[in-house]
Each structure stands twice: as structure tokens, then as C-alpha cells.
């Protein structure tokens, strides 16, 4: 059989037939840290940009944006919300999709889930086979799709969101392969644009897109039925690896066990680029451990893999989306901040004088052993271990290695963790009372996408 057809049986049969409790246990996680995330987000200028040209803050559809009294036509609501769920840089991450895999998929199950008014537990059903998918495509395409300079929350969330969509609408195998064809045509998103208000858009776009290809497909919008086969399909024009043979091998492995599961998400307890957590935790140590203040540093010193600074490229940044994707001003942050929160990525705050001067003395190196040229970290290079050195002008050299980074899978985040990120986040706009009735309507077993939905408006 060729791939394509293998593909959408598997999302069609195996693995849904192969969703557990553990897994839907791992997907409500993700739910909870994803509106955690978007309520961080709630009125920020991007956001409000994007409803004035999406949904104008009216009530054309029955799919609602989160923290908001908005209704849109699914597809406009997935594209707002996957935006605000990326858009402080506070989402999960998957090591083996190098990307965002929430933000670009959830909104799609969330949009199509309170239309059709499915339960909770059937939205998050479909979301874990779509976890899967992005994670997956990421062995498959990787490492020269993200090295290309492809952003694969992009990319491959867009197949997911896809994927997702198709379950929720109850396509059969002759739609979603349409579906993932035209799904094809829509995977976009370039790294360039990382520090930008449109690395944000990647994740909205993708799940746009991924409501959008399921609901034409369901039409009978047609698309090349067979886009994971022969030349100019998405694995060939996405990768150098791709190999219908490899990917066959790696199809036989999909849900066993899930990818949400082994090796599970990593979860940001700050709000910036995840290979920034490494010197954050490192930077946070140093501290601690030895009571310096930014008035001690002399020099600042970070070893890291040769992917970041081709990935975190603002080395001098200007703005607050810019300050995110640098390692220099996190560690700066950090050191000024004692922890970076939301507050340290303002516009204002990162262009604060003392961060500045900091900056300018952090130098981002490459030691050897950490090279494109090693194998294992090519294969790898954003779990490598990160050390941070600070120099200090009475003449001490301190230093600290991270292997994980707090929130990893195998430094993970609690669940008391997520629920308190949840808090903070949400607290900002909402009373304590409607911020736990929230997280108690999430746990409840007869909840369902609308009814969680109707609960999220600030006003």
C-alpha cells in the first residue's frame, strides 16, 4: 500500500483505537497550561489586531475565542486563539517535533468541539492523535526541515490541526486524504520571523488552516489525494531525509506509546524561547548559590549546541518579542529579575539600561563538542546540556551546566505547577472564584467544549 493510504488509516483506526487514560490524562495538561497561556495573552495589541480582522468581536459563528465574548466561524476563532495561546512564548514544547505542538492544534479540536458540542473528553481524543501526527512528522522530517528554516508548529501543526479537524467531522479515509492534501498546500511559517508578532500567527495559521482543509474535504474539496507519495509531496519538499521506506517503519510505531506520553511535552515555567530555559535555570543557580547581583558580573559566558544562535538570533534585542528569542537578555533578566516573568518582556523592560549593559557582556559561544559536526547533537541539538560561566570583577569564575531544564520530561513540571501556572495567568482577568471554577470544570467527567468555553469570557 503506499503512505498516504497507511497514514490515514492509522489516524482513522489505530490510533484512535489506542487513546488511553493516561493519555487523556496528559492531553487535559496541555489544555490547562494552552488557556493558561492565552489568558497571559488576553488584550494584548497582536490579539486585538487579529479579532478586528477576524471575528470584529462579534457573533458570526458558533466557535468563541478564549477570554472573550467573540463567536466566529471555527476556522477564524482557531486562528485567534491559536495566536494567543503562542503568543508570550509560554507553550508547551515536544523535543522530537521541535516545535509548539499545542498551540497549533488545540484551537482547531476547541473550534470544531463546541459547533458539533462534543464532550471534553472526544475533543481531547482527537487532540492526542493529533499530537501524535506533529510529533511524529518531526522524526520523519528532521533535522533538515527545521534547519531549512521551516518553524515546525507551523508545518507540521498544520497536518495535525488537520488530522484532528477530520476526526472531530467524522471524515472518512477518501476525505482525509483530501483534507491532508490541501492541508499541504496551507503548511507554512518561516524561523525568520521568530521575535516577531508573526511567530505567534504560525500557531493560528496552522490551526486556521487545519479547520479549513477538514471542512472543504468534507465538501468534497478536492486536493492531490496522495501527498505523502512520490515526487513535490509535503515529505520530499519539506525534507531531506524523508524516505517513504523510513517513514513506513516509523508509521508501525505511532500510539505505541504516544508521543504526549513518552517522552511527553515540556512545559515553560517562564515566558520565552524553551533552548533560553537551560540558562535561565542555570543563570537562577548561579545566583542563589553564590548571592551575586548584576553589579558583580564582569563577563557572561553561555556554551551552548550550534542550533541556537541560528534559533534564538536576537542577540541585541530591541523589543520585548525580540528579548524572548535571546539568550543573552533571558540570562540578563534573570540576573536583574531574579526570575523573568511576563513584566521582564515588555517593550520598556528589555530597553532598560542595566539589561542593556548586561546584554553586551553576555557572549553566546559554540564549544566543539557541541557541533553541527557530532552526531548526537545534530540529531538532538535543543537537549544538549547549556553552561553558563559568569566572571565577576573580583576575579571569580562562576559555573553552572543544565542538563534539563525545570518543565522537561525528565525534570518535569508537577501538576500543582500547571494548575499554579493557570492561576497567575488567568488571575490577571478573572476573580479566584471563576479561576477555580475553571480548573474544576475542566476535571468534571460530563464537562463539554461548550460548556468550558461559555465559562472563559472576562467580561
Not at 475565542?65 to 486563539?81: F, H, M, S, T, W
Request: aromatic fraction near 6%; charge should be negative.
Amino acid at each position: 500500500m503506499a503512505l498516504t493510504p497507511l497514514i490515514v488509516q492509522t489516524c482513522l483506526e489505530a490510533l484512535p483505537s489506542r487513546v488511553n487514560a493516561p493519555a487523556i490524562e496528559a492531553a487535559t495538561l496541555c489544555l490547562v497550561d494552552s488557556l493558561a497561556v492565552a489568558y497571559a495573552a488576553y488584550n494584548e495589541a497582536p490579539i486585538n489586531m487579529l479579532r478586528a480582522t477576524s471575528t470584529a468581536g462579534g457573533q458570526t459563528g458558533g466557535s468563541s475565542v478564549i477570554g472573550y465574548n467573540d463567536k466566529a466561524q471555527p476556522a477564524e476563532a482557531a486562528l485567534v486563539n491559536g495566536t494567543m495561546i503562542s503568543l508570550q512564548l509560554f507553550d508547551d514544547n515536544h523535543e522530537l517535533m521541535r516545535g509548539h505542538p499545542s498551540a497549533p492544534l488545540l484551537p482547531a479540536v476547541l473550534a470544531l468541539g463546541e459547533v458539533a458540542d462534543v464532550s471534553l473528553a472526544q475533543a481531547l481524543n482527537a487532540f492526542v492523535v493529533g499530537y501524535e501526527v506533529e510529533c511524529r512528522l518531526g522524526q520523519m522530517l528532521n533535522p533538515s526541515h527545521y534547519e531549512f528554516g521551516w518553524h515546525a508548529t507551523a508545518t507540521q501543526g498544520t497536518m495535525a490541526a488537520t488530522v484532528a479537524s477530520g476526526l472531530l467531522l467524522k471524515l472518512d479515509a477518501q476525505a482525509m486524504s483530501h483534507a491532508l492534501g490541501i492541508a499541504a498546500s496551507l503548511a507554512s511559517g518561516i524561523r525568520r520571523n521568530f521575535g516577531s508578532m508573526t511567530m505567534s500567527f504560525h500557531s493560528g495559521h496552522a490551526a486556521s488552516s487545519g479547520v479549513r482543509a477538514a471542512q472543504l474535504a468534507q465538501q468534497g474539496f478536492t486536493a492531490d489525494p496522495m501527498i505523502f507519495d512520490k515526487a513535490r509531496g509535503y515529505g520530499p519538499i519539506f525534507s531531506l531525509e524523508w524516505s517513504p521506506e523510513e517513514a513506513e517503519k516509523n508509521l508501525a510505531l505511532w500510539g505505541l506509546p504516544f508521543m504526549l506520553l513518552e517522552p511527553g511535552p515540556a512545559f515553560k515555567l517562564f515566558p520565552c524561547g524553551r533552548p533560553n530555559l537551560f540558562g535561565i535555570d542555570a543563570a537562577m543557580e548561579i545566583q542563589n548559590k553564590h548571592g551575586i547581583t548584576h553589579a558583580d558580573v564582569k563577563r557572561i559566558i553561555c556554551d551552548v549546541s550550534y542550533m541556537y544562535p541560528r534559533t534564538v538570533i536576537h542577540s541585541r534585542p530591541t523589543n520585548g518579542f525580540q528579548g524572548k528569542t535571546s539568550l543573552e537578555y533571558c540570562i540578563a533578566a534573570t540576573l536583574v529579575d531574579h526570575r523573568p516573568t511576563l513584566a521582564s518582556f515588555t517593550d520598556k523592560a528589555v530597553m532598560r539600561p542595566i539589561l542593556q549593559d548586561l546584554v553586551d557582556r553576555t557572549e553566546m559561544r559554540v564549544p566543539p563538542h557541541l557541533g553541527e559536526d557530532v552526531p548526537a547533537v545534530r540529531q538532538a541539538p535543543f537537549e544538549q546540556p547549556v553552561t553558563v560561566t559568569v566572571e565577576t570583577h573580583d576575579g571569580r569564575s562562576l559555573s553552572h551546566t543544565i542538563d534539563h531544564h525545570k518543565g522537561a520530561p525528565k525534570n518535569p513540571a508537577s501538576v500543582n505547577d500547571l494548575r499554579q501556572k493557570f492561576v497567575d495567568c488567568a488571575s490577571a482577568h478573572l476573580p479566584a472564584a471563576r479561576v477555580q471554577g475553571i480548573l474544576e470544570h475542566i476535571a468534571a467527567p460530563g464537562a463539554s467544549v461548550r460548556s468550558l468555553m461559555a465559562l472563559l469570557p472576562v467580561k
